[in-house]
């Protein structure tokens, strides 16, 4: 029964926070074009990065950490905290967080769709494909160049994201 905590715990993460995300798509629905894709990048700018952590952390040496520690280098232990658990930093990061970006993005992409279609005067249809293409190839290719990243730089990632979340005294 104990196996079954985590995936509940990541069940319900997941939807309190797909709620909140959700929610902010009739926030940013009568803002201009501009201001929606600006928005829509940060999205899923936020999307690649965590999927970069979560990668980085099936992908980092614990050992490198340990020796930082060793030297008392601030951040080292909680690098070694983050690497106890690989599997649960890339749920979170790749499918909570990254998952929920990816549905946010699609919500913000059919606001600008018909944002743009109005504003130019044409076939919502073709401007939900050109919006539905541009994201989905910023969001797929952002992650591949990500993941590219994150398996060469994985120490160096994973040692940003614990002093990140140290300073920000996330548990």
Avoid: Q, R
């Avoid at 803002?31 to 970069?52: E, Q």
């Avoid at 280098?73 to 890339?90: C, R, T, Y």
């Avoid at 160049?145 to 730089?153: C, D, P």
């Amino acid at each position: 029964m104990k196996n079954l905590n985590w995936p509940i715990k990541v069940f319900f993460i997941t939807f309190f926070l797909a709620a909140i995300f959700s929610g902010a798509t009739s926030l940013v629905a009568n803002l201009n074009v501009i201001a929606l894709s600006i928005i829509l990048i940060f999205v899923i700018f936020i999307g690649i990065i965590f999927d970069m952590v979560g990668v980085a952390a099936l992908t980092s040496k614990k050992e490198n950490f340990h020796a930082m520690a060793s030297k008392k280098i601030k951040g080292s232990k909680e690098a070694i905290n983050l690497l106890k658990n690989p599997n649960m930093v890339a749920t979170v990061c790749n499918d909570v967080v990254g998952d929920i970006c990816g549905i946010v993005s699609g919500g913000f992409g059919a606001l600008l769709a018909i944002a743009i279609a109005e504003g130019i005067d044409i076939s919502v249809v073709v401007s939900t494909i050109i919006v539905t293409a541009i994201i989905s190839s910023l969001t797929v290719g952002g992650k591949a160049i990500g993941k590219t990243i994150a398996i060469k730089k994985a120490d160096s990632i994973i040692y940003t994201a614990a002093k990140l979340k140290k300073m920000l005294s996330i548990k």
